[in-house]
Structure formats: C-alpha cells, structure tokens
C-alpha cells in the first residue's frame, strides 16, 4: 500500500540510526515546541530546521508529496476562507471581495505551523518501523492494551483498504460508473460502506477469538525495557532538546 509509514524505514541516515525512544522524545519535543509558535518571525527558522531534518532522513520527497495530498485539501479550503472574514485591516477589496491582514497572518501561521508538524510526524514515523516505534512508546510507558490496538489498527487498515478495492473493482466490473452523481450511485456507496463495515466487525471478533485461543489476556503484564545506551542518540536528542529550549525562549523574547 501506497500510503505505508515505514516503507523506508530501511534506509540508512542520521535520522534512521537515531534510537527509537530517543527519536521519539525528541522529535515530539520538536513538534510541541512548533505548536507554540505563535509569532510569525519564527516560521522561517521553524520551516528550515523541518526542511533540514527531512533532508537528514533521506526520505524521497514523493513520500512526502503522497501524504500530503488529502490534508492539502483541508489548507486549501482554510486559505480559501480565513483571510477573506477574519480580521479588520482591510489589506485589498474589489466589491464585497476584501482582503484582511489578520486572517493572511493568520493562515501563514497555520500553515506554517502544520507544515512543521506534519513533516516532522512524518519523519518520526517514516524512519523506523512501526513495530519499533511502538515497543519505544510501551518502554516510555505507553499502557500494553494500547500498543496492541495501534499495532492492530495499523496492520489491518490495509486489509480493509485491500478489501474496499476489491469490492469497488466488483462493482465496476458490473458496469457501475463512479464518477456518475446519482441517487443510484449514492446507495451503491452507501451499501458498499455497509458491507465494509460489517466485514471489518466480523474480522474483528475472529481475530480476537484466535488471539484469545493462544493465550491473549491471560497476563497482561506491562514490562518495560531498557534503552541501550547509545552516545550518538543521547548527542542527538541533546540537540533536539537544546533546539527546542531555544525555540521556547525566542518565542517569549519576541
């Protein structure tokens, strides 16, 4: 599937060979500290440590561009409205058409902002396997039940998705037009994600019954490993989190 999050997680970079748990810590840290950003000064300094990290993990920019299609959509439907209602400083009106400088600043900002984040998740995510990344999360404290439904959703949204295809394959193999708006076509929508729901239950409880056939939930013991100590992680999270302070106190200097 196209839209996998560790499909190049055997690539060898900086990024690659950063521990995960103290990946985890600091890139998190990192998307926390560009949460806070609120002046728009520092977006170029937030938008260039992004594209600096991105670079250091080797991750083909189709990656990123695949990933970024259907939130797109949502900053473009944001861009579209926000800087024509929000604000009072009329910055350029052509009839009831009028250009606000608040709502500007203000989309340069989110977008900015979700940008960093994004990639930045991105990176955290595409630069180790998610197997790995979970066992990082339950070693940090992350509750056992939880892991297993991450890993659980994570591994069957492909089936699900493997099953959708197939049932939309069916459907035009029967002469079924997609592109055709019409009440038909809606309750053909409607019955497909129906269907998909009922399956997806289905599957659900003979997964679990086959689990709980060998053995899952008899001891629910949380246990956390210890992190090997690596200098090279530890070098590279005192980055981050030195990054991070730094971004901090420009905010509040600024």
Request: glycine residues 4%; charged residues 10%.
């Given at each position: 599937m196209r839209l996998?999050?560790?499909?190049?997680?055997?690539?060898?970079?900086?990024?690659?060979?950063?521990?995960?748990?103290y990946k985890l810590?600091?890139?998190?840290?990192?998307?926390?500290a560009f949460a806070t950003v609120e002046d728009v000064r520092l977006l170029p300094v937030i938008l260039t440590l992004t594209a600096l990290l991105y670079l250091l993990s080797r991750l083909p920019l189709s990656f990123l561009l695949i990933r970024l299609r259907y939130p797109g959509?949502?900053?473009?439907s944001l861009i579209a409205v926000l800087p024509f209602f929000s604000g009072q400083t009329i910055l350029w009106q052509w009839g009831i058409i009028t250009l606000r400088q608040e709502g500007l600043l203000a989309i340069v900002l989110i977008v900015g902002r979700f940008l960093a984040i994004f990639i930045t998740g991105l990176v955290l995510f595409g630069t180790g396997s998610f197997l790995n990344l979970i066992k990082a999360m339950r070693s940090l404290g992350l509750s056992p039940i939880l892991a297993d439904m991450m890993l659980l959703s994570y591994r069957y949204l492909f089936e699900l998705a493997y099953q959708l295809n197939t049932m939309q394959r069916a459907t035009r193999l029967r002469g079924f037009q997609p592109t055709k708006l019409s009440r038909r076509n809606m309750e053909v929508y409607a019955a497909l994600?129906?269907?998909?729901?009922?399956?997806?239950?289905?599957q659900s409880q003979e997964i679990y019954k086959a689990m709980q056939l060998r053995g899952y939930g008899a001891s629910m013991k949380s246990h956390r490993s210890k992190g090997s100590l690596d200098v090279y992680s530890a070098i590279a999270l005192m980055i981050s989190l030195g990054i991070v302070g730094g971004l901090i106190t420009l905010e509040i200097l600024l």
């Open positions: 996998a999050l560790d499909e190049y997680a055997h690539l060898n970079s900086p990024i690659h060979r950063w521990h995960p748990q810590i600091g890139l998190f840290a990192l998307m926390f959509i949502f900053l473009l994600a129906g269907s998909l729901l009922v399956r997806s239950y289905q």
